[in-house]
């Protein structure tokens, strides 16, 4: 469980607890009060997800429409378990063979989807900006499970309740996110969200893959993984996204590994107690060593999973509640 308020260091006008989001597209502009808010109800939920009976009827009679253009197992199936616990029906679309592939805007799309009446769609899409765009034109409730390298929202929020559950806090914290910075909407939600709950954050990599620039939003910026590392509370690894790269920014894996991958060594280098995050998939051997990917106690990645559908059984309530307040719908075109 959560100790204390998340939001308690933060002046009292920005501590609002209610929400007025019809839909959650990131975690920048969001409020420390907010942010806590949504903390405590996610975490009310972890009980529930460790029970042998897992079912609630919130949302009996509401339909949530996963509709992913990139694929990603554990972000959609965290998605599809946490509407079916909440007791909603869930439709998966399959973009493969949809009309898109056929030519189709995202829009048109959009606006079919939305003749069919969800009350929710979940959107994960290459493009920054996508899951805005849906919701500025659709009545349903949009969530966000990543637009490009812009922001992954539910992602940043689970390993907020993973760190917050273990120390207690966040304000104060420091937090080590190493690897492949350039290309990761994780890491810019999470610095997001991190920086206005009071933490430190820190970006280490090569100059390629974590460019000083990233100082302007907030972080401290390091190029040498000893000194990035040292001291912090929390080190979150992420894999090298060669998907993304218009060239190869690493010599080689193997190099990488060697300056930059989480090794037993290194990890010495950080604060006492410290933890282990990975938002997922893992290479093993390239951003981190195995036996550091898999040491009890330390390694939080599969806690991090448990706690991306309590974060997700959040979100649809409080989407859910905000879709009764005449003043949150009255804007829907």
């Keep these: 469980m959560i100790e204390g308020d ?3 260091d933060f002046p009292a006008e920005t501590v609002g607890r209610d929400w007025l989001h019809k839909d959650l597209l990131g975690i920048q502009g ?5 942010i806590a808010h949504f903390l405590e109800v996610a975490d009310s939920y972890v009980d529930f997800g460790r029970q042998s009976i897992k079912s609630s009827d919130l949302l009996a009679g509401k339909t949530v429409m996963n509709l992913f253009f990139e694929n990603s197992t554990r972000t959609r199936a965290s998605f599809e378990i946490a509407a079916a616990r909440l007791g909603a029906d869930v439709v998966n679309m399959d973009v493969a063979t949809s009309s898109v592939k056929k030519g189709e805007s995202l829009l048109d799309t959009a606006y079919t989807l939305e003749a069919m009446r969800p009350d929710f769609i979940v959107v994960r899409h290459s493009q920054a900006g996508a899951p805005l765009l849906l919701a500025r034109k659709v009545g349903s409730s949009i969530l966000n499970a990543g637009d490009g390298q812009h922001e992954h929202p539910t992602q940043a ?4 309740l993973t760190l917050a559950r273990h120390f207690g806090r966040l304000n104060g914290l420091t937090v080590a996110i190493c690897g492949d910075v350039a290309h990761s909407r994780v890491a ?4 997001h969200l991190l920086t206005t709950m009071g933490a430190h954050v820190r970006f280490v990599g090569p100059p390629s893959l974590a460019p ?7 972080a401290d910026v390091f190029h040498d993984m000893a000194a990035g590392i040292s001291g912090a509370n929390a080190i ?5 996204q060669k998907e993304r790269m218009g060239r190869n920014l690493i010599p080689s894996d193997r190099e990488f590994f060697d300056f930059f991958g989480l090794t037993e060594n290194r990890l010495k280098l950080a ?3 410290a933890l282990v995050l990975h938002p997922g998939p893992m290479n093993r051997g390239v951003e981190i060593a195995s036996e550091m990917a898999d040491l009890e106690g330390v390694a939080k990645i599969r806690e991090q999973v448990e706690m991306g559908v309590a974060v997700r059984m959040a979100a649809f309530e409080l989407m859910n509640s905000a879709r009764s307040n005449p ?5 829907i075109p």
Excluded at 30 to 34: H, V
Excluded at 327 to 331: E, F, I, Q, T
Aim: proline share 3%.
């Design 327 to 331: 003043d949150v719908m009255k804007v």
């Design 157 to 160: 929020l689970l390993d907020a």
């Design 271 to 273: 604060a006492q107690n």
């Design 236 to 240: 979150m690894m992420l894999r090298v």
């Design 188 to 191: 810019r939600s999470n610095l």
């Design 6 to 8: 998340p939001a308690a």
């Design 212 to 218: 000083k620039a990233f100082e302007a939003l907030g």
């Design 30 to 34: 969001l409020k420390a009060g907010e």
